[in-house]
Each structure stands twice: as C-alpha cells, then as structure tokens.
C-alpha cells in the first residue's frame, strides 16, 4: 500500500484546461498540477484524466507533457516521471471563390460564391 502519493502535472503552455475527471477519492488542483492520490492500496490503481484544447500558437507544433511523482512514502524502482509527446497538426482550410461572371456589365448583378474544406 502506497501512502502519501502525489503527481504533478502541469499543462503545458498554449494549451486549455477545459475539465478534468479524477478517481474517486483523489484530488486534482488546476492551478498547481498535483494530483492528490493519497492511498493507494496494492493491486489497484487510480487515473486523472485532463481534457485539453490546443490553442492556434501550437499550430504544427510538438508539445511535451510530463507527470512526476512529488510523494510516495516507499522506495519506488520505477521511473518517477512519464512523458507524452503529442504533435498538433497545422489546419488545412481551403477557401475558394467561385465567380460565374469575370466581367459584369454595369448595372448586372453577379454572385460570389465560397467554398471551404478540409
């Protein structure tokens, strides 16, 4: 049985918290990143679940999320530290204008028409 567990997880920069999920009897603080676990008894396990938004300045961009034990009261022979690299991809918006008529008259009304995809 483990006692006295903490994780620390900070969100990277450019990126939203939008919610969080936590097991129960654990705590998660939003504005430090530790994850309250407490006891852990042997053989289960505990989960934290972030929901996150990227902002358009990660665009194309890796980013680097890591998760550190910052308590535990028994030695530990595994890694304290797990780290998840996820690569946001640039959007691929095509924006075209359709005319059916390149040189009106005056007087004759024309439409412009837009197409958007992915």
């Known amino acids: 049985m483990l006692l006295y567990l903490q994780v620390t997880d900070n969100i990277p920069s450019g990126l939203t918290l939008n919610n ?3 097991s129960s ?11 309250n ?7 289960l396990n505990a989960s934290l679940i972030l929901y996150v938004t990227p902002k ?18 028994q030695y530990n022979p595994y890694t304290d530290t797990t780290i998840i690299n996820v690569h946001v991809p640039e959007s691929k918006v095509v924006l075209t204008n359709l005319l059916a008529i390149t040189t009106p008259n005056v ?5 412009y028409h837009y197409h958007c995809r992915e």
Do not use: K
């Not at 676990?37 to 053989?43: D, E, F, R, Y």
């Open 37 to 43: 676990i407490g006891t852990l008894p042997n053989s």
């Open 20 to 22: 969080y999920t936590s």
């Open 107 to 111: 007087g004759q009304p024309f439409t």
């Open 56 to 73: 358009t300045i990660l665009a194309g961009v890796n980013v680097t999320n890591t998760a550190v034990i910052i308590s535990e009261d």
């Open 25 to 35: 009897g654990t705590t998660y603080n939003n504005a430090t990143g530790v994850w």
